[in-house]
């Protein structure tokens, strides 16, 4: 019996130090919430609804995040404040609200959220959609809107739209002929799909098997930049994209992507360059921007590859 009580006392005296750290760590869990609860409350912050611990509201977005902001937005009125995790999110669903925001206040949410796997996707945000509001962004926008978007540009590659106009129209008239089915949105995509490649890369990349892998790759990218990233929200569970995968599914599609990309910019600087101005694709534009420039920084490298790849994602991702 003695034996028995001396092993009881054995192990209470080992528990003891982990019941004092549980017992702590509980205490500044709550002591911080109250803090939190206290301070907000406090402040001016539009209606929100209430939300838990650590995850905020993301339990109240569900599998319909319209529906469901459509009915928290009809009890909150048409400005409410959601905690997406550690995020902030204001929601607005008043036209006049949206107006005020687009034009009187644009510069305060001019931003776009950060998120770390659109990041690493397109390379620290060198792009142009989703770079950060400041100087480099001002510069993409007036390399895309004077040099790669302009009217002058756009009607340089007619030519291109109506060759492969012309070959979808051949398709179809082939299949007709044969009585066979066709998948006239598969047709389309690929229309759109040849259309790009040849404007942004000089040649298409849908025949056999290295289009259907590209093809397989571009849409393991668009699938990737709108996946929910519970790091994004809840930094300190960011670990189980490991144990999930995601973060080797990123890190393989940016390997492939670069890869390719890498090769398009090496080819066109390999060969000589198009003089007449309606031969020159997206990447001839964009170096030859580069070698112009008076501290060769304005578009580096990693900037060309993130501009023809967003460019070229969200066609593809819109289909």
Not at 97 to 104: F, Q
Not at 166 to 169: C, G, K, Q
Not at 171 to 174: D, S
Not at 269 to 275: D, G, N
């Given at each position: 019996?003695?034996?028995?009580?001396?092993?009881?006392?054995?192990?209470?005296?080992?528990?003891?130090?982990w019941?004092a750290?549980?017992?702590?760590l509980?205490?500044?869990?709550v002591?911080k919430?109250?803090?939190?609860?206290?301070?907000?409350r406090?402040?001016?912050?539009?209606?929100?609804p209430?939300?838990l611990?650590?995850?905020?509201?993301?339990?109240?977005i569900?599998?319909?995040?319209?529906?469901?902001?459509?009915?928290?937005?009809?009890?909150y009125?048409?400005i409410?404040?959601?905690?997406?995790?550690?995020v902030?999110?204001?929601v607005v669903?008043?036209a006049d609200?949206?107006?005020?925001?687009?034009?009187?206040h644009?510069?305060i949410?001019?931003?776009?959220?950060?998120?770390?796997?659109?990041?690493?996707?397109?390379?620290?945000?060198?792009?142009?959609?989703?770079?950060?509001?400041g100087?480099?962004?001002?510069?993409?926008?007036?390399?895309?809107?004077?040099?790669?978007l302009?009217?002058?540009?756009?009607?340089?590659?007619?030519?291109?739209?109506?060759?492969?106009t012309?070959?979808?129209?051949k398709?179809?008239?082939?299949s007709?002929?044969c009585?066979?089915?066709?998948?006239?949105?598969?047709?389309?995509?690929?229309?759109?799909?040849?259309?790009?490649?040849?404007?942004?890369?000089?040649?298409k990349?849908?025949?056999g098997?290295?289009g259907?892998?590209?093809?397989?790759?571009?849409?393991?990218?668009?699938?990737?930049?709108?996946?929910?990233?519970?790091?994004?929200?809840?930094?300190?569970?960011?670990?189980?994209?490991?144990?999930?995968?995601?973060?080797?599914?990123?890190?393989k599609v940016?390997?492939?992507?670069?890869d390719?990309l890498?090769?398009?910019?090496?080819?066109?600087?390999?060969?000589?360059?198009?003089?007449?101005?309606?031969?020159?694709?997206?990447?001839?534009?964009?170096?030859?921007?580069?070698?112009?420039?008076?501290?060769?920084?304005?578009?580096?490298?990693?900037g060309?590859?993130a501009?023809?790849?967003?460019?070229r994602?969200?066609?593809?991702?819109?289909?």
């Open positions: 019996m003695s034996n028995i009580l001396h092993v009881f006392e054995l192990k209470s005296v080992l528990l003891h130090p019941s750290l549980a017992s702590l509980l205490l500044i869990f002591t919430w109250c803090f939190f609860t206290y301070t907000t406090n402040k001016h912050f539009p209606p929100s209430s939300k611990p650590v995850i905020g509201n993301l339990h109240q569900g599998s319909l995040p319209h529906r469901s902001l459509h009915s928290m937005a009809q009890r009125g048409p409410m404040l959601l905690s997406l995790g550690k902030p999110t204001l669903s008043s609200v949206a107006r005020e925001i687009m034009k009187t644009d510069i949410f001019s931003n776009r959220p950060d998120s770390k796997i659109p990041r690493r996707l397109l390379y620290d945000y060198k792009d142009l959609s989703l770079a950060p509001y100087e480099y962004w001002r510069q993409m926008r007036s390399i895309c809107m004077l040099q790669l302009s009217m002058k540009r756009v009607q340089s590659f007619r030519v291109i739209r109506e060759e492969e012309h070959l979808m129209l398709k179809i008239e082939e007709c002929e009585s066979s089915l066709i998948d006239l949105s598969e047709v389309i995509a690929s229309l759109t799909n040849d259309i790009v490649c040849r404007v942004a890369f000089g040649r990349y849908s025949e098997e290295c259907k892998k590209f093809k397989k790759l571009l849409e393991e990218f668009g699938e990737l930049l709108g996946v929910f990233n519970v790091g994004d929200f809840i930094p300190w569970l960011g670990w189980l994209n490991y144990v999930t995968g995601l973060k080797v599914r990123v890190e940016f390997r492939e992507f670069d390719f890498d090769g398009i910019v090496d080819e066109h600087m390999e060969k000589k360059v198009a003089t007449i101005e309606d031969q020159k694709d997206f990447v001839d534009v964009l170096l030859e921007i580069q070698k112009d420039s008076k501290n060769g920084d304005s578009v580096g490298r990693d060309i590859k501009i023809i790849l967003k460019k994602s969200r066609k593809s991702h819109f289909l």
